[in-house]
Protein backbone atom coordinates (compact mmCIF):
# COMPACT_ATOMS: atom_id res chain seq x y z
CA UNK A 1 0.00 0.00 0.00
CA UNK A 2 0.93 3.35 -0.50
CA UNK A 3 -0.30 6.08 1.27
CA UNK A 4 -1.11 9.35 -0.34
CA UNK A 5 -2.06 12.65 2.30
CA UNK A 6 -4.66 15.38 1.35
CA UNK A 7 -5.04 18.79 2.69
CA UNK A 8 -8.75 19.87 3.71
CA UNK A 9 -9.66 23.14 4.08
CA UNK A 10 -12.11 23.63 6.87
CA UNK A 11 -13.09 27.33 7.64
CA UNK A 12 -15.53 26.28 10.52
CA UNK A 13 -13.50 24.64 12.83
CA UNK A 14 -12.43 26.53 15.65
CA UNK A 15 -12.16 24.84 18.78
CA UNK A 16 -11.07 21.06 20.23
CA UNK A 17 -14.32 20.03 20.75
CA UNK A 18 -14.37 20.40 16.68
CA UNK A 19 -11.01 18.53 16.59
CA UNK A 20 -11.58 15.88 18.41
CA UNK A 21 -15.76 15.31 16.45
CA UNK A 22 -13.49 15.30 12.95
CA UNK A 23 -10.19 12.98 14.13
CA UNK A 24 -13.42 10.64 15.78
CA UNK A 25 -14.96 9.85 12.14
CA UNK A 26 -12.11 9.83 10.27
CA UNK A 27 -10.87 7.32 13.16
CA UNK A 28 -14.10 5.39 11.69
CA UNK A 29 -13.68 5.60 8.14
CA UNK A 30 -11.64 2.78 6.69
CA UNK A 31 -8.48 3.73 4.68
CA UNK A 32 -7.79 6.51 6.80
CA UNK A 33 -4.54 5.67 8.87
CA UNK A 34 -4.10 9.10 10.20
CA UNK A 35 -5.82 12.58 10.64
CA UNK A 36 -4.64 15.80 12.13
CA UNK A 37 -6.80 18.49 12.38
CA UNK A 38 -4.98 22.20 13.07
CA UNK A 39 -7.45 24.53 14.12
CA UNK A 40 -5.42 27.41 13.52
CA UNK A 41 -4.58 26.73 9.95
CA UNK A 42 -8.44 25.88 9.78
CA UNK A 43 -7.12 22.66 8.34
CA UNK A 44 -7.71 18.67 8.28
CA UNK A 45 -4.23 16.66 7.34
CA UNK A 46 -5.24 13.16 5.99
CA UNK A 47 -2.73 10.14 5.75
CA UNK A 48 -5.00 7.60 3.91
CA UNK A 49 -5.00 4.03 1.02
CA UNK A 50 -6.16 5.38 -2.05
CA UNK A 51 -6.65 1.46 -2.92
CA UNK A 52 -9.45 1.62 0.22
CA UNK A 53 -11.29 5.26 0.56
CA UNK A 54 -10.94 8.17 -2.02
CA UNK A 55 -10.69 11.99 -0.78
CA UNK A 56 -14.61 12.71 -1.72
CA UNK A 57 -15.23 10.23 1.19
CA UNK A 58 -13.23 11.68 3.24
CA UNK A 59 -14.60 14.86 2.95
CA UNK A 60 -17.55 13.91 2.76
CA UNK A 61 -17.06 12.12 6.50
CA UNK A 62 -16.02 15.83 7.47
CA UNK A 63 -19.22 17.40 6.41
CA UNK A 64 -21.35 14.75 8.09
CA UNK A 65 -20.12 15.63 11.31
CA UNK A 66 -21.19 19.24 10.25
CA UNK A 67 -17.97 20.94 9.32
CA UNK A 68 -18.06 22.35 5.58
CA UNK A 69 -14.62 21.34 3.22
CA UNK A 70 -14.55 23.94 1.03
CA UNK A 71 -11.02 22.86 -0.89
CA UNK A 72 -9.06 19.78 -1.00
CA UNK A 73 -5.99 19.38 -2.39
CA UNK A 74 -2.41 17.48 -2.27
CA UNK A 75 0.14 19.03 0.69
CA UNK A 76 2.97 21.04 -0.76
CA UNK A 77 5.86 18.88 -2.38
CA UNK A 78 9.18 20.11 -1.46
Not at 44 to 51: H, L, R
Not at 59 to 77: C, F, K, L, Q, W
Amino acid sequence: MTASTIDLAVPTVHCTACKLNIEEELEELHGVESSAVDLEAKQVTVIYDPDVVDARAIAAAVEAVGYPVTESRPPPTA
